[in-house]
Each structure stands twice: as C-alpha cells, then as structure tokens.
C-alpha cells in the first residue's frame, strides 16, 4: 500500500515538474472553457486595435529584421546602422522589432539621422524593454500580431543577418508576396556572404521544381545601404515618392 502511494506521489511530482518546465505542453493538454478562449479572442483583438491606431499614419516604412545578438561593435550592427540612417535620409520611417541588436542599430541609425524610428516590442518572459532609439514604441503580447503590423505598414523588407526568428519572418513575409496576399514589395538580404547558402540552396530548390526564378524576383542581395533604398524606391509609385519627398522637405536643417 506504501509501495502504491509513494508511486502516485512520484508520478504527481514528475508531472507537476514537468508542467513547470513546459507550460505550453501542460496549456494544450488542458480542457478549454469557452470563457476562456473569449478571453484570449479578446485580448488578440484588442492588440490589433492598439497597433492599427499607433501605425496606421507612419508613411512609407520599411521594417528592417535580424538577430538581437550582435553587439555595437559588430559589423552587421554597424551595416544596420548604416541602412537605418540611409532609410531615413530618404524619408522612411524605420521599423523593427524594438528589441537590442541588429533592432536597436536600424532604429538607431534612423533616429541620428532625424528619421522616424517605430519598435514593435514583443513582451517576453526575461522582460525585453524597448531599446533607446525608439522614437514610438508598441508593445505586443502575441508574436503573430506583432508580425502582421510589420508586414502590414511596411512597402519593403530588409533582412538583417539572424537567426531562427529572422528566418520565420523572412520566410512568412516571402510566402505572403509569392501567393498574391501582399505586395510585390522589394525582400532585401543585406550581407551576400552571410546569405550565400541560402542563395545556392534557393537555386537546388528551383532546379527541384518546388518554385521558379518569376516567382521569387522581388528578392534582392547586397552589402550597400544605398543600393538597398535605390531598389526600394524604384518598386514605389508615384504619389508614394512624392510623399516621401514631402517628408525630407518638412524635416529641420541640421546646423
């Protein structure tokens, strides 16, 4: 009998541990109540209400993706750096994730250079806060939601190097002007040779026959922040560049 109880008791440990350790197991195992999931619907609704009503007047922005590990002295800090200034000496605003790294050096590069400089900050478990070079910041709960109102307010992508996330987003944002959803607008990979193997597995993939060169051509690869905003500026129309004139005009000299 003391065999059995010690057995149950260990087993409501290992799953109670295991619960701990795995709160995204334990929540889809769990029954859902209706007031629950109306909850969640809710609270998803109104974090699309807050971003359409901070984003819906930000003008021509492109959203610049990467990793959050690159520290300032990196290169590929330095090169976002130099694509948030470029951005911004044309008259976009620059969005990014709002977080450290690859983020905070385009948002950074926009804000010397007297651009518009919008993070979306995602709030995570270790608290990640807004970095300094934000000008606006939105904060999200959900990640889906903070990638549709990047995707939603950009005419252009510039894809930093990074990692798991970057390619999530590079990925998901290719899919959407592939199937027609948005776009055609301008993916740009800054750094050819961090992007090499994705170039060489990209043309084993064709020649497989899963897509075809037409079907990708809004993508582009570089190491220059001008050439970069030279691409993006040639996919914009007419009232759009006008806009972004308007913008440059309207901003203060600089002593």
């Given at each position: 009998?003391?065999?059995?109880?010690?057995?149950?008791?260990?087993?409501?440990?290992?799953?109670?541990?295991?619960?701990?350790?795995?709160?995204?197991?334990?929540?889809?195992?769990?029954?859902?109540?209706?007031?629950?999931?109306?909850?969640?619907?809710?609270?998803?609704?109104?974090?699309?209400?807050?971003g359409f009503r901070a984003l819906y007047q930000i003008?021509?922005?492109?959203?610049?993706?990467?990793?959050?590990?690159?520290?300032?002295?990196?290169?590929?800090?330095?090169?976002?750096?130099?694509?948030?200034?470029?951005?911004?000496?044309?008259?976009?605003?620059?969005?990014?994730?709002?977080?450290?790294?690859?983020?905070?050096?385009?948002?950074?590069?926009?804000?010397?250079?007297?651009?518009?400089?919008?993070?979306?900050?995602?709030?995570?478990?270790?608290?990640?806060?807004?970095?300094?070079?934000?000008?606006?910041?939105?904060?999200?709960?959900?990640?889906?939601?903070?990638?549709?109102?990047?995707?939603?307010?950009?005419?252009?992508?510039?894809?930093?190097?990074?990692?798991?996330?970057?390619?999530?987003?590079?990925?998901?944002?290719?899919?959407?002007i592939q199937c027609g959803k948005i776009g055609p607008?301008?993916?740009?990979?800054?750094?050819?040779?961090?992007?090499?193997?994705?170039?060489?597995?990209?043309?084993?993939?064709?020649?497989?026959?899963?897509?075809?060169?037409?079907?990708?051509?809004?993508?582009?690869?570089?190491?220059?922040?001008?050439?970069?905003?030279?691409?993006?500026?040639?996919?914009?129309?007419?009232?759009?560049?006008?806009?972004?004139?308007?913008?440059?005009?309207?901003?203060?000299?600089?002593?």
């Open positions: 009998m003391k065999k059995r109880q010690a057995k149950r008791m260990s087993t409501r440990h290992v799953d109670s541990s295991r619960a701990a350790v795995d709160p995204e197991r334990a929540f889809l195992a769990e029954s859902k109540l209706p007031g629950d999931e109306a909850a969640r619907l809710r609270r998803i609704s109104d974090e699309f209400s807050r003008g021509p922005a492109v959203t610049v993706f990467g990793s959050a590990r690159f520290k300032e002295n990196h290169r590929y800090y330095k090169l976002a750096r130099s694509v948030g200034a470029e951005l911004a000496r044309a008259g976009f605003a620059t969005m990014t994730g709002g977080g450290p790294g690859i983020m905070e050096a385009a948002n950074r590069g926009a804000h010397e250079a007297g651009g518009a400089s919008y993070g979306l900050n995602i709030i995570l478990p270790h608290e990640q806060s807004a970095n300094r070079y934000v000008d606006r910041s939105v904060e999200f709960r959900y990640f889906f939601a903070r990638k549709v109102m990047l995707v939603k307010y950009s005419c252009a992508f510039i894809i930093m190097p990074g990692g798991l996330g970057t390619l999530d987003e590079l990925y998901e944002t290719a899919t959407l607008f301008p993916v740009i990979l800054m750094g050819t040779e961090f992007w090499e193997g994705m170039r060489r597995w990209g043309k084993f993939m064709m020649k497989e026959g899963v897509f075809n060169a037409s079907e990708v051509k809004f993508g582009h690869r570089t190491n220059s922040p001008s050439e970069a905003v030279d691409v993006i500026r040639k996919s914009l129309r007419p009232a759009d560049l006008a806009q972004l004139n308007r913008i440059v005009r309207a901003r203060p000299k600089r002593m």
